[in-house]
């Protein structure tokens, strides 16, 4: 398919298009009434945020000054409502998810159109991406222990530490709150989904405490038409339940904390994951019984000491380390029997520190980290590999206030140095495997700036050079008829984006207050990594692409007469490959809608809260080649939520059309599904 | 108008039409490419005219897109598009409708749990065919032209007693000569990196569909002297099989077995094999391994060496005696080269996965004469009768024998 076939997109123009919203918001005057600090919506770029933000510790990032185009997602949005991680993302502008079948199953995201292992996802700041390669696997957290999800597009804030080309997810676990409070929360919903959920929090004296818990289990048994792997025939196409997806998982949280007088603090987390996931087969065989294993444990000592002087400090030791145990010993799956698993050992620490000088706030962060990655046979041949990475990231920042702090500027220098082995081994036919060493470094410098053009609005823009270091296995091809490369480059992309925020208060029609958000964003990634394969079936990571990707975002929320609130986004974005592969030259990159779009509206009355949704997916290619096309989709949910005193009884209901997608080609998604949520909260003072 | 002047006239007529509208040439045939993304991320079929016409071939790219692991077979006018590894089906488009299949058949009976991986069909007639199933012990019989879907499947033969301790035996490639059907066993080791054991080559009745003992071993099969065989092609004029080695993936086996392929010839009458060309030992492999080969004419044949990721070259054989040339077609070197096919204009057929291309070699000059783009890359080329020919098979290995190409190939 031509690329010259496609509709007519805003991204023709992007920066035209920023250029005539800025100017007609300016000449427009400013609403009826100023924006003011208490606006119970916060602008960013696509930002709701019901209530203020916890309290800020030293390390936290600080949206408020930070002028990326970032999204806080607070935990009243989602506590009765999903349990899937994904699912909140994706109603973001500028964020897909793609998954590969129903509640728990293995999903990925991407901001502006970057790929998944292009994406960092954090957790407390604690970086989750793994040396071993491939994005972050959304499936495998729990939304139970989450106080807010930050989303930083293109521009990964200093804070963070470590940058990748693609932006970058934290999730923000809960704090213990003041007194004593506790909140139950049980589920049920489609596909005999069932769960559980409890969280303690307290404080007393120098102490605080949080301990959280979530059980949550599917069938996953969702209906769907099974062509048997013969498109072209109809004939043979049934109606089936999915066979073999089911999963349970447990997550628990556990934190506790002393402050040392006001300016002392710490902290220790520890978070423990399991979960047991079967997989289903491409044409849904009986019989299959394929299964994925995970378990994550992470551990985090932080102390902060702040007013130290002029300075605030915070320092982090911290360990994750995560098993997958895959057992397809039947073969039903993968080519051949394999049953394997993979360890990834993560330990280290960072010191963040901050200091106002002369008006403005500078930051500078030092984190080491070192990550081993084994993979162990577990049938018996006594293959065995371990590949190390130890990681030295250093940046420094600035927040410089001008213009009575109307205007912010946030110049900042990362760099990164990576120690890369492969230790020697046993290969799988009992031979030794060489080692490999290798080192490699790169400075990331960042600018970002941040101008309130008038009370109600404010113009934002960033640039920035981001790499992505290859992993273990594009590198040392670790694993299956996969071949190493050594001579592999990082890939390196220079983001800029610009945009515009405005909010008010009052205007006609009974609109309360609202907000409106505008950007544009140019990503270059050079050195795309790439996956080519030669004649025998066996791959390589090749550095042959290059991708270009522009978009537009487009957000608005209003509130209207007291009981409605009407929200929406739009995201349209051209991600071009621009390969040394004629047939993929000029295509869109896959797995990423050309066009996508959202509004909601949210009504309250009594105690009562009542929504629906209509979101809409455009133009995504299953394929590099653009010649598998995936459908275009639309769908729409609704939710009834009651408060009655401390108990929250909410009815939700997605894909109501009950349509049938895929993101992954062959394996599809859930149609309609319903859950009925309750919860109980209790609090009591100090 | 009288009997005879009409008679006539009527003579006249159908010539006339003939030399107006009959522009294909009897015995014409079209390429058929499979082709796959160069990340696997999808598969389609080409089609190439074999003979241009006012100096343009007919070139149709990216047809009926699909997954990436695919292979195709053709008989007659129609072509069988094969999609492996779990999609387990088989599609049938006619050449003069390349984009519109005719039927679509999976390949697996009802409960069967793993993936039967159809790697090819070898033709019998145009009523008999025998499918491959590269992971399953038992290769199906098939009416290419069933009524229904019911009709597709007509039997089965069990290949089990060739199978090594894991019990498939990895049937990969076949040729029909006379009553009989030769099949490469690859024998691999599903349980330790598929790694390649003992080859075998099963031989089958083609009418009883059963497994014939040739009497050569106490397995019901010709063991070959070298391992892994990936391609099979009978020459008539000189009545002798052609399989190439390719031995382990250097890299992905045991050291000791690198370089244990090459080409072997089997003599169909006596079982008797030999080493034709030997890829050579650890320390001399001058052409690196052995992929794939063709063999245009008993003068003639071409094979793949395989030196490394993304550079491969092309030789030349002689099919008697061995002895090797080349590398030869200098555009062609260093390049991922994945398929070869003896074309029915005498000319060889490579599938060029560096540029997507297929390029056409004279075996006069060993040098490339023209390229065709195919938009993603060529994976296997098979040749169908255009719609107004007589019926033939293809003269590639998984489509069995036949004689016409290199009929064709002397003519030129």
Redesign the interface.
């Known amino acids: 398919m031509a690329i010259t076939d496609r509709k007519f997109s805003p991204l023709n123009r992007p920066i035209s298009i920023l250029a005539v919203l800025i100017s007609l918001a300016v000449l427009s005057g400013p609403p009826t009434a100023r924006a003011q600090a208490s606006d119970p919506y916060r602008m960013d770029a696509v930002v709701v945020t019901a209530e203020p933000p916890e309290e800020r510790r030293t390390g936290d990032v600080d949206a408020k000054l930070s002028p990326t185009f970032n999204t806080v997602i607070p935990r009243e949005q989602f506590v009765t409502r999903t349990t899937d991680l994904g699912e909140v993302l994706e109603k973001e502008a500028g964020v897909e998810v793609r998954r590969s079948g129903g509640l728990g199953g293995f999903s990925e995201v991407s901001l502006r159109g970057a790929s998944s292992d292009q994406v960092m996802v954090f957790l407390d700041g604690i970086l989750l991406n793994e040396a071993s390669g491939g994005g972050v696997d959304l499936g495998t957290f729990s939304l139970s222990d989450v106080a807010a999800l930050e989303i930083y597009r293109g521009v990964t804030p200093m804070n963070l530490g470590n940058a990748s080309v693609g932006g970058a997810v934290n999730i923000r676990t809960l704090r213990p709150d003041d007194g004593f409070s506790a909140a139950a929360t049980g589920r049920y919903g489609s596909f005999d989904t069932r769960g559980l959920a409890a969280v303690l929090s307290g404080r007393k004296g120098h102490w605080d405490g949080l301990l959280s818990a979530e059980h949550l289990a599917s069938d996953n048994d969702f209906e769907f038409l099974n062509d048997n792997g013969t498109p072209f025939n109809p004939g043979d196409d049934r109606e089936e339940d999915r066979i073999n997806a089911d999963f349970d998982r447990t997550n628990v949280l556990g934190k506790i904390g002393r402050t040392f007088g006001e300016r002392y603090r710490l902290d220790l987390v520890h978070q423990s994951f399991f979960k047991d996931q079967n997989l289903p087969d491409w044409r849904n065989t009986p019989g299959t019984r394929t299964n994925l294993d995970t378990e994550r444990q992470l551990t985090a000592l932080r102390f902060t000491a702040d007013r130290v002087g002029p300075f605030n400090l915070a320092f982090q030791g911290d360990h994750s380390r995560r098993s997958e145990e895959y057992d397809d010993r039947l073969g039903q799956i993968g080519l051949g029997r394999q049953r394997n698993r993979y360890t990834t050992n993560r330990y280290g620490g960072h010191v963040f520190g901050e200091v106002f000088w002369g008006g403005h706030l500078f930051t500078a962060l030092l984190d080491l980290h070192r990550e081993t990655y084994d993979s162990d046979d577990l049938l018996g041949t006594g293959a065995e590999s371990q590949s190390d990475r130890d990681t030295l990231s250093a940046g420094i920042g600035a927040t410089l206030f001008f213009l009575g702090e109307r205007l912010i500027l946030t110049p900042g220098l990362r760099y990164a140095h990576f120690w890369n082995e492969l230790d020697a081994g046993t290969d799988l036919f009992d031979q030794p495997a060489e080692g490999r060493s290798d080192d490699d470094d790169h400075f990331s410098p960042q600018i970002g700036l941040k101008y309130q053009a008038a009370n109600w609005l404010t113009v934002k823009s960033n640039l920035g050079r981001y790499v992505r270091e290859p992993s273990f296995f594009e590198r040392y091809g670790d694993r299956g008829f996969f071949l190493g490369n050594p001579d592999l480059e990082a890939e390196t992309a220079v983001n800029f984006d610009a945009g515009l925020e405005a909010r008010w208060q009052a205007g006609p029609a009974g609109v309360q207050s609202g907000w409106a958000g505008a950007a544009v964003f140019y990503n270059q990634v050079d050195d795309l990594i790439a996956r080519s394969f030669d004649a025998r079936g066996v791959g390589k990571a090749v550095n042959i692409d290059e991708a270009r990707i522009q978009g537009l975002e487009l957000s608005f929320g209003v509130s209207v007469l007291d009981w409605l609130r009407l929200t929406g986004n739009a995201t349209f974005q051209e991600p071009e490959n621009r390969s040394e592969v004629a047939s993929f030259e000029g295509k869109h990159l896959p797995g990423r809608f050309e066009r996508s779009w959202l509004v909601r509206a949210e009504a309250d009355w009594q105690g009562f809260t009542l929504f629906g949704e209509y979101g809409v997916q455009e133009d995504m290619y299953y394929d590099t080649a653009n010649l598998l096309t995936a459908a275009d989709r639309e769908e729409v949910n609704a939710g009834l939520e009651w408060d009655w005193r401390d108990l929250t009884l909410s009815l939700e209901g997605r894909n109501l059309q009950d349509n049938q997608y895929e993101d992954f080609n062959g394996f599809p998604l859930p149609g309609r599904t319903v859950y009925l949520t309750a919860r109980y909260r209790f609090e009591m003072e100090n | 108008m009288s009997a005879r002047s009409f008679r006539f006239a009527s003579i006249a007529a159908i010539l006339g039409f003939a030399l107006v509208f009959g522009t294909v040439p009897a015995g014409a045939k079209t390429a058929v490419v499979a082709t796959?993304?160069?990340?696997?991320?999808?598969g389609?079929h080409a089609t190439i005219a074999v003979e241009p016409e006012n100096g343009q071939r007919a070139v149709q790219t990216?047809l009926a897109?699909?997954?990436s692991d695919i292979t195709v077979a053709a008989f007659g006018t129609s072509f069988y598009r094969i999609?492996r590894?779990?999609?387990?089906?088989v599609?049938k488009f006619e050449i003069d409708a390349p984009a519109t299949?005719a039927?679509?058949?999976?390949t697996?009976d009802a409960?069967?749990?793993?993936?039967g991986?159809p790697y090819g069909m070898v033709f019998v007639d145009e009523n008999r065919a025998l499918l491959l199933r590269f992971g399953k012990a038992a290769a199906w019989f098939v009416d290419p032209t069933p009524a229904d879907?019911a009709g597709f499947k007509i039997g089965e033969v069990d290949l089990s007693p060739l199978a090594d301790a894991d019990g498939v035996p990895e049937m990969a490639g076949g040729a029909t000569v006379g009553d009989r059907i030769f099949v490469i066993l690859q024998r691999q080791d599903?349980?330790?990196?598929?790694?390649p054991g003992e080859a075998y080559v099963a031989v089958v009745d083609a009418a009883a569909g059963t497994l014939i003992d040739p009497g050569v071993t106490a397995a019901p099969g010709i063991p070959l002297p070298a391992r892994n065989p990936q391609r099979i092609q009978y020459v008539p004029e000189n009545d002798t099989i052609y399989i190439a080695c390719?031995g382990p993936?250097v890299?992905?086996?045991?050291?000791e077995l690198d370089y244990t392929g090459g080409i072997v010839t089997i003599n169909p009458n006596t079982f008797e094999t030999n080493l034709l060309v030997d890829d050579g030992d650890a320390d001399n492999h001058p052409y690196g391994t052995i992929?794939?080969l063709a063999v245009l004419s008993p003068e003639k044949g071409y094979f793949?060496g395989?030196n490394d990721?993304?550079d491969?070259n092309l030789y030349a054989f002689d099919p008697v005696t061995g002895a090797v040339t080349g590398p030869v077609a200098p555009s062609l070197q260093a390049k991922?080269?994945?398929?070869l096919a003896a074309g029915p204009d005498g000319f060889l057929w490579v599938?060029n996965?560096t540029?997507?291309q297929v390029a056409l070699v004279d075996p006069a000059t060993d040098t490339v004469v023209e390229t065709v783009?195919t938009?993603?890359?060529p994976?296997r080329i098979v040749f169908a009768d255009d719609a107004d020919s007589a019926p033939s098979p293809d003269e590639d290995g998984s489509g069995g024998g036949g004689s016409g190409c290199f009929l064709n190939a002397l003519a030129r």
Not at chain 2, 85 to 89: E, K, P
Not at chain 2, 103 to 106: C, D, F, V
Not at chain 2, 111 to 115: D, K, M, P, Y
């Open positions: 796959t993304a160069a990340d696997f991320s999808s389609a990216d897109p699909t997954i999609e590894f779990m999609a387990d089906n599609t299949p039927w679509q058949y999976s697996l409960g069967e749990t793993v993936s991986n879907e599903r349980d330790a990196g598929f790694i390719n993936f890299g992905f086996g045991p050291p992929s794939n793949i395989f990721f993304g491969n991922n080269l994945a398929t599938g996965a540029d997507a783009d938009g993603l890359n994976a």
